[in-house]
């Protein structure tokens, strides 16, 4: 079966602060791809990223930074010095088996001014 | 303009009434999607369309029935809803049903009083 643990159901943080995601996922598939999606307040989920399972190196985008670790199955997301516009629901998504997107609960991030 | 339009953005609707949610994207892509979003669960699958054909139904009671016309146009009929059907739906499209990003509308925030 496959699964995915977004363990930190809410985290809450000051301006500048950087914030870590956790996301862990159970597969047996071999070859995947992960995705992170964000849920601003007005409700659409924007994407963030998509890794391929066989492309380990991490990743940065500006602020936004991800950590791949397929030995231990997590797919961890790092915003630097958060700000305010940061505050969102965070979603990791495995795309596994070929089908499509299966989501996890979600983090909720609260950036404090 | 954004890829993919979801009407109505809000939807009241007492449980003997019919409605139809309607999603349209503008992106050209083949697969649609609808998600059922739940304050106390994580984002859920309910259908899936790859080329206008139904590839999979994730155990969705038939007072929810989809419609996918045309590969931009998905729908979804709602008749006999449940309270505990209230939520957010969400609509959305990627280049396949497999291994590429979705892309997603702002949703339909349904209330079945």
């Known amino acids: 079966a496959q699964k995915v643990t977004q363990a930190q159901t809410e985290i809450s943080v000051v301006e500048k602060e950087d914030v870590t995601l956790d996301c862990v996922y159970e597969?047996?598939?071999?070859?995947?791809?992960l995705f992170w999606y964000k849920q601003p307040p007005s409700g659409e989920l924007v994407f963030l990223i998509r890794?391929?399972?066989?492309?380990?190196q991490n990743e940065i985008s500006g602020r936004y930074s991800w950590n791949f670790q397929k030995s231990t199955s997590s797919f961890n997301f790092t915003i630097t010095a958060s700000q305010v516009v940061d505050s969102a629901v965070y979603f990791c998504?495995?795309?596994?088996?070929?089908?499509?997107?299966?989501f996890g609960s979600g983090t909720r991030l609260q950036v404090q001014p | 303009e954004t890829g993919v339009t979801q009407t109505p953005r809000h939807l009241v609707m007492g449980m003997t009434n019919k409605k139809s949610l309607k999603c349209e994207q503008h992106?050209?892509?083949?697969?649609m999607y609808w998600y059922k979003q739940s304050a106390k669960k994580p984002l859920e699958l309910m259908f899936v369309y790859n080329f206008k054909e139904q590839t999979e139904n994730n155990s969705v009671p038939s007072r929810f029935s989809p419609e996918c016309p045309n590969s931009s146009h998905l729908f979804l009929h709602l008749h006999t809803l449940q309270p505990e059907d209230s939520a957010l739906y969400l609509c959305?499209?990627?280049?396949?049903?497999?291994?590429?990003?979705?892309?997603f509308g702002q949703g339909t925030r349904l209330t079945v009083v």
């Open positions: 959305a499209s990627s280049q396949t049903r497999e291994d590429t990003e979705a892309f």
């Open positions: 998504a495995p795309n596994m088996g070929r089908r499509a997107l299966t």
């Open positions: 992106l050209g892509h083949n697969a």
């Open positions: 597969t047996r598939d071999t070859t995947y791809y």
């Open positions: 890794r391929n399972s066989f492309d380990e």
